[in-house]
C-alpha cells in the first residue's frame, strides 16, 4: 500500500503564508486533498482536485502539486487557521483504497 | 441539510464484535461512494474502508482486512462496518464519510461526527 508523509509540526506568524507538504508516489497519478481538523471536531475538507475549495472555505487556501508532492498553502494566515491538517488521495494499488498523511499541526504564532 | 450519523460505538472486549452504522440524509444516498475512517485518541487519521455505490467494489486497510466487512443498504440510506476479532488498536473514533470523485481526484466532503469504540476487558 502507498504511504503519505507530512512534516509533524509547521508555525506561521500571524498574517504571514505558510506552506504544507504531502509526498508520496500515489500523488504522482492522483491530486491530493485536504482536511481541516480542529480539536474535538470533524475533519473539514479544505481543497480537492486541482485546487478546488468547497463552499464557505475562505480563498486564502490554495493547492498545488508537482511531481510527487502536494502542497496546501495559506496566504495570511488567521488565528483560526491553527488546526491539524490531513492530506488524502486514492491508492495507487487498488480501486477503493485511500490513505491520508500523518497530519501536520500548525501553529500561528 | 446533508448529514450523516454515526452509532454503534461502545465498550467491547477484545475478540469481541461489535457493529457500526451510519445513517445519511440530506443527499442521494446511492450516488455516492461511502467510506470508514478511523482516529486514535491523540493520533491522525486512519483510512479503514470504502464501498461503492452499488457494493461493486470494496477496499480495506490491511490492518483490518480479515476482520472488519463494510456494506450498505440503499433503500436505508445506510452505511455499515461489522467489526469481528477486535483488538485493543481498533479503539477508537469511527467516522462515516461521503465521497466525491473525479477521474483524477477523490474527497470526502462530508463527515459525520463520530462514534467511539473501545476495545478493553
Known amino acids: 500500500s502507498s504511504e503519505l508523509t507530512q512534516d509533524p509540526a509547521v508555525s506561521v506568524a500571524l498574517g504571514q503564508t505558510v506552506r504544507i507538504t504531502c509526498q508520496g508516489d500515489?500523488?504522482?497519478?492522483?491530486?491530493a486533498s485536504w482536511y481541516q481538523q480542529k480539536p474535538g471536531q470533524a475533519p473539514v475538507l479544505v481543497i480537492y482536485?486541482?485546487?478546488n475549495r468547497p463552499s464557505g472555505i475562505p480563498d486564502r487556501f490554495s493547492g498545488s502539486s508537482s511531481g510527487n508532492t502536494a502542497s496546501l498553502t495559506i496566504t495570511g494566515a488567521q488565528a483560526e487557521d491553527e488546526a491539524d491538517y490531513y492530506c488524502?488521495?486514492?491508492?495507487?494499488?487498488?480501486?477503493?483504497?485511500?490513505?491520508f498523511g500523518g497530519g501536520t499541526k500548525l501553529t500561528v504564532l | 441539510e446533508v448529514q450523516l450519523v454515526e452509532s454503534g460505538g461502545g465498550l467491547v472486549q477484545p475478540g469481541r464484535s461489535l457493529r457500526l452504522s451510519c445513517a445519511a440524509s440530506?443527499?442521494?444516498?446511492?450516488?455516492?461512494?461511502m467510506h470508514w475512517v478511523r482516529q486514535a485518541p491523540g493520533k491522525g487519521l486512519e483510512w479503514v474502508s470504502g464501498?461503492?455505490?452499488?457494493?461493486?467494489?470494496?477496499g480495506y486497510a490491511d490492518s483490518v482486512k480479515g476482520r472488519f466487512t463494510i456494506s450498505r443498504d440503499n433503500a436505508k440510506n445506510s452505511l455499515y462496518l461489522q467489526m469481528n476479532s477486535l483488538r485493543a488498536e481498533d479503539t477508537a473514533l469511527y467516522y462515516c464519510?461521503?465521497?466525491?470523485?473525479?477521474?483524477?481526484?477523490?474527497?470526502?466532503?462530508?463527515w459525520g461526527q463520530g462514534t467511539m469504540v473501545t476495545v478493553s476487558s
Open positions: 464519510a461521503k465521497e466525491l470523485y473525479s477521474s483524477s481526484w477523490y474527497a470526502f466532503d462530508i
Open positions: 440530506g443527499f442521494t444516498f446511492d450516488d455516492y461512494a
Open positions: 464501498i461503492s455505490w452499488n457494493s461493486g467494489s470494496i
Open positions: 500515489s500523488l504522482r497519478s492522483y491530486y
Open positions: 482536485g486541482k485546487n
Open positions: 488524502n488521495s486514492r491508492d495507487s494499488s487498488g480501486n477503493h483504497l485511500r490513505v
